[in-house]
């Protein structure tokens, strides 16, 4: 039963008078539960709580931690069908596409489970006292990572599970020690809130701290605002739009404490197409592409929004071959009117700019809140000059750029602004002939993809989801995989410190039995 009320900890509350409700943008109606927006006390409530358990949770064990994890995604699966009707109402995604983004949840819980159960994560290090050195006595030094305190987490509009109430940012951050309130996302309320019920029931089931989360309603940007400027969060996760991250990160560091901001942000993840794989395989590698950018109705953040290749009478064909492909399939629902809203007017700035050929457009007619594709191209020269064609267009639309030699295909790569994902298309060993491009699209991404396409994030501990700004606002962290965690911790070192009085993961006798790296050797002693 969803009861539109705030979680704050394991309490509900709806104390304001702000009210709204979701959208199914498929049925194209409101959906009958009415939420209410947390309030400016309830959101100091909830902040306030979530300081009092870090005092508590930052002490607990990762065998602890583990179990809490589990528990979420169990929980998470004892609501069963509630949870996938409710996820598709609330976005228009098929039911398909529900159940395989709750796997992808539960895969994420019982990663940073298993993670911190382990307990090596901590880069425990030791570095042991030498006083007899001389000239000067060495002191015992020993390190590790310890959570930074309560951290914001924003609910991501195209990822209602995977990104957002227990998506990695909560789950990365729990498996930290850090307590989560998540700003729930107003276009899937009723899913945040379920999901939310799920972590209060496994915080109380392992015996979490109250207060380790929790879950505020929000139909607009205030009660975000209000959380990050709060001056007991200590850091925020963000998936969204340039503009809100942005925004967001400029209001961390305005703060008389600034905290960090990791936020995911735009993307268009340029796709080079070298040459003798256009020769010999532009109609296969058309068919893939066109699936891959309408693929999700292109809602996706590693969407191929930008297709890169030399002018050639094959690239034409290849232009050709895409348009023709991507007009047979049929378009899908969007997740919401106003994302809609946005994609036809970005891509109408992108498509009104001076000598941009539109060369593939749906144009029969679709339902309410469907998206119709569309392939747009332009010659390098133009797309170098003209900053309007480096627009995310967030939906099923791509930009093919004609380079006049493979010096301008570097330079355009150079231009770009930092993304989440570069591709490579190539023939056998073609790839190796072009040395400098790929020394230039290392320098703009923060994952490089052979002979595939960018949409589809593997989670994994080898994952980057993160690249150059303005992909992400800090290049140096992932969101996605188990190395996400990094971004809620911070080194300390203790100097000197009574043994008995160390965390066991610094203690001479490793009670955790982690692996250490002790004297510059690393071993589990």
């Known amino acids: ?14 104390n304001g008078t702000k009210t709204y409700k979701t959208f199914n943008p498929e049925l194209n109606i409101e959906n009958a ?21 870090f005092k508590e949770l930052r002490t607990v064990s990762g065998i602890k931690k583990a179990e809490f994890l589990n528990a979420i995604a169990e929980e998470i699966l004892a609501l069963d069908d509630v949870l996938i009707k409710t996820y598709c109402l609330e976005s228009g995604l098929p039911e398909g596409r529900a159940k395989g983004e709750r796997g992808r949840t539960i895969g994420q ?14 880069e425990a290090t030791i570095d042991t006292a030498l006083p007899n050195r001389k000239p000067i006595p060495k002191p015992d030094i020993r390190k590790m990572l ?3 305190g309560p951290v914001v987490v924003f609910g991501a509009s195209n990822f209602p599970l995977a990104y957002s109430t227990a998506g990695g940012d909560t789950a990365a951050a729990l498996a930290s020690g850090c307590p989560v309130i998540v700003k729930s996302h107003p276009m899937h309320a009723g899913t945040g809130e379920l999901v939310a019920s799920a972590i209060v029931k496994a915080a109380k089931k392992t015996g979490m701290p109250n207060g380790v989360f929790s879950n505020l309603n929000s139909s607009g940007i205030e009660v975000g605002q209000q959380l990050v400027a709060h001056p007991k969060v200590k850091a925020v996760g963000f998936t969204g739009s340039i503009n809100g991250g942005r925004a967001l990160l400029d209001l961390a560091s305005k703060r008389t404490e ?7 942000m735009g993307s268009i993840n340029p796709v080079i197409i ?5 020769k010999n395989r532009q109609a296969d590698i058309a068919k893939t592409y066109a699936s891959s950018i309408t693929l999700g109705t292109g809602q996706f953040c590693t969407n ?5 290749g030399i002018k050639s009478d094959d690239l034409t064909g290849f232009i050709n071959n895409v348009s023709e492909e991507i007009t047979k399939i049929n378009p899908s629902c969007m997740l919401h009117p106003n994302i809609k809203k946005g994609y036809i007017s970005n891509k109408e700035k992108v498509v009104s700019q001076d000598n941009v050929t539109v060369t593939a457009n749906y144009t029969s007619e679709v339902q309410n809140n469907y998206a119709a594709q569309t392939i747009v191209t332009v010659d390098g020269k133009t797309f170098l000059e003209n900053s309007a064609l480096h627009l995310e267009v967030f939906g099923p639309f791509s930009m093919i750029v004609q380079c006049k030699n493979v010096e301008e295909l570097e330079v355009i790569i150079t231009s770009l602004e930092g993304q989440l994902t570069g591709t490579v298309i190539s023939d056998e060993n073609e790839v190796a002939n072009y040395p400098a491009v790929i020394a230039a699209l290392q320098n703009r991404v923060g994952r490089i993809i052979f002979n595939s396409v960018p949409t589809g994030v593997e989670v994994c501990e080898s994952m980057v989801h993160g690249g150059p700004y303005p992909a992400s606002t800090d290049s140096r962290f992932t969101a996605v995989g188990v190395g996400s965690i990094k971004r809620w911790v911070r080194p300390f070192s203790y100097q000197d410190w009574p043994n008995d009085l160390l965390p066991n993961e610094l203690k001479n006798d490793n009670p955790s039995n982690i692996f250490r790296v002790i004297d510059g050797l690393r071993a589990k002693k």
């Open 258 to 264: 600034p905290i960090p901001v990791f936020a995911e």
């Open 109 to 122: 819980l019982r990663s940073f489970a298993n993670l911190v159960a382990e307990g090596s994560w901590v």
């Open 274 to 278: 070298l040459p003798e794989a256009l």
């Open 33 to 53: 539960t009415v939420f209410t927006e947390a309030t400016a006390q309830e959101i100091d409530d909830a902040v306030n709580l979530a300081a009092k358990a």
């Open 1 to 14: 039963m969803i009861s539109g009320k705030n979680f704050i900890g394991n309490q509900l509350s709806a």
């Open 304 to 308: 191929p929004g930008l297709l890169l």
């Open 146 to 148: 310890i959570p930074l």
